[in-house]
């Protein structure tokens, strides 16, 4: 069936570095959905991008999708403690469900 | 306060045991999921419902079952079929359209299997 790789699957920064994480498929993807999940917790959605090419802005996250609309990454700037968690894609297939990535865990080293 | 809510926190079975996990919202949403989640790995789909009285399979549906007589609930059902049902399980609901709409997480259920 149709997957979405999510690379890396974890990234340790330093507080104040910044941190990206990537979701690449191998079929055109009608959107792309991004969620965080803090530890302990639940996916807590993000943001969802539909057009080829789209950039979004939410304060210190860029997400952007692919012109080909088959890939996309989200972009965090400066990375402060209450972004730790781990970072999910997920995007919508040919049977209309979504397929979820395996998600980037962003650790912030001590 | 919208939202939903699912029971218990942790649950704890022996093998051979069947076991329903709630799931409740308060959102008017239609669609409502399944989802279950693994130490590391991504969440995969269990069941989903567009509208009361009807859902469909996801992914992993073998040796689960769901029923959706009422708008606000959709109870799952972790039978003995299932071999490994140790895992963190995720209701979601979203506005009717489904799949292309933003996903509303309950808390979560911790299964562990003795």
């Known amino acids: 069936g149709q997957q979405v790789m999510q690379i890396p699957q974890y990234q340790h920064v330093q507080e104040g570095e910044d941190f990206t994480t990537y979701c690449n498929s191998s079929?055109?993807?009608?959107?792309i959905q991004w969620y965080k999940q803090r530890p302990g917790g639940h996916p807590v959605f993000l943001i969802q991008?539909?057009?080829s090419g789209e950039v979004k802005k939410q304060k210190r996250l860029t997400f952007q999708f692919g012109e080909a609309k088959k890939n996309s990454s989200l972009h965090i700037t400066a990375t402060q403690t209450t972004d730790v968690g781990t970072y999910f894609c997920?995007?919508?297939?040919?049977?209309?469900?979504?397929?979820w990535g395996a998600g980037t865990k962003l650790i912030i080293k001590p | 306060d919208g939202g939903i809510t699912q029971s218990p926190k942790y649950l704890f079975r022996k093998e051979g045991q069947n076991v329903t996990l709630s799931c409740e919202q308060n959102?008017?949403?239609?669609?409502m999921y399944w989802y279950r989640q693994d130490p590391g790995q991504g969440l995969r789909l269990i069941y989903y419902?567009?509208?009361?009285?009807?859902?469909q399979k996801g992914d992993i549906a073998e040796g689960y079952s769901v029923s959706r007589e009422k708008k606000e609930s959709f109870p799952l059902t972790v039978t003995s079929a299932q071999k490994n049902p140790t895992a963190f399980y995720l209701c979601?609901?979203?506005?009717?359209?489904?799949?292309?709409?933003?996903?509303?997480f309950g808390p979560g259920t911790r299964l562990t299997v003795l």
């Open positions: 959102l008017n949403h239609d669609a």
């Open positions: 079929t055109t993807l009608s959107n």
């Open positions: 419902s567009q509208i009361v009285n009807d859902f």
């Open positions: 997920a995007a919508m297939d040919s049977n209309y469900q979504l397929i």
């Open positions: 979601a609901s979203s506005l009717a359209g489904g799949f292309n709409n933003e996903q509303f």
């Open positions: 991008l539909v057009k």
